[in-house]
C-alpha cells in the first residue's frame, strides 16, 4: 500500500513544491507525488490531464490518495464527485490535507454513506463555484480596464490616418461633403466632424495610434 500526493498548479503564483511540503506538515508521508503543471481543472477533467490518466494507472486498493483539497482533483462538479466515488469503489482512500477529510467506501450504513455523498457534492460543487467566481471576476476586470482606456483615449475615430489625410485634402480642393464620404467610404456625420474641428480629430488619431 502507498500514499501517493497528487497535486495540480495551473498559474505560475502556485507550486508543486508548496503542496507537498503541506501535506508533509500535516503528517502525511508522501511515497510519490503526481503533478499536473500549467493544467486547468476548469476545463479538464482528471483523466484527461496527463498525469491524472497515470494517477488511475497507479493506484490500487488500499492506497491513500491526497490532495490538499478537492479542487486539485477538479473544478467541475460532476467530474470530482465521479472521480471520487470511483476511487472508493476501488478501495483507494482519498484525503485531503486542508480540513483533513478522509473518504472511503468501508461504511455500509446506508445514513453514513448520504452524509458522505452530501459531503462530497458539497465540496465539489464550492470548487466548480470559486473556479465559476473568479473567471466572473477577471471578465469583469478586463472590462472594466477596457472602460477605463476608452474613458482615457475617448471614442475610437471610425477612420484612419489615410482617410482623414484624403478628407483634409478634398475639402481643401472645394469637395463636397456627399461626394468626400462617398469617395473615402465614411460617413457624413465623420467628414462633418473632421471638417468643423480638424484639430480634435487629428488628436483622437494619435491618441489611438
Known amino acids: ?8 498548479v495551473s498559474t505560475t503564483d502556485q507550486t508543486i513544491a508548496h503542496q507537498r511540503t503541506q501535506a508533509e506538515a ?4 508522501v511515497d510519490e507525488v503526481v503533478s499536473d503543471e500549467g493544467v486547468s481543472g476548469f476545463t479538464t477533467t482528471l483523466k484527461d490531464r496527463p498525469q491524472g490518466r497515470r494517477l488511475f494507472d497507479m493506484l490500487r486498493r488500499g492506497d491513500t490518495l491526497v490532495v490538499r483539497w478537492v479542487d486539485r482533483l477538479g473544478r467541475n462538479y460532476a467530474d470530482v464527485c465521479d472521480t471520487i466515488r470511483e476511487m472508493m469503489r476501488w478501495g ?7 480540513n483533513n477529510l478522509t473518504f472511503d467506501g468501508v461504511t455500509k450504513d446506508p445514513m453514513q454513506q448520504a452524509v458522505r455523498d452530501a459531503l462530497i457534492g458539497f465540496m465539489a460543487a464550492t470548487a466548480q463555484a470559486q473556479a465559476e467566481a473568479t473567471k466572473e471576476a477577471q471578465r469583469g476586470g478586463i472590462d472594466h ?3 477605463r482606456e476608452e474613458a482615457y483615449r475617448g471614442r475610437k475615430p471610425s477612420f ?16 463636397g461633403v456627399s461626394e468626400v464620404a462617398t469617395a473615402t467610404g465614411l460617413s ?3 467628414i462633418y466632424r473632421i471638417r468643423d474641428n480638424p484639430a480634435e ?3 483622437a488619431l ?3 495610434a
Open 160 to 175: 484612419r490616418r489615410d482617410q482623414f489625410d484624403d478628407v483634409r485634402g478634398a475639402l481643401g480642393q472645394g469637395t
Open 201 to 203: 480629430a487629428e488628436a
Open 206 to 208: 494619435a491618441r489611438w
Open 145 to 147: 480596464a477596457r472602460g
Open 26 to 29: 500535516a503528517g502525511f508521508k
Open 92 to 98: 483507494v482512500i482519498v484525503r485531503t490535507v486542508i
Open 1 to 8: 500500500m502507498q500514499t501517493i500526493l497528487y497535486a495540480r
Open 188 to 190: 457624413r456625420q465623420t
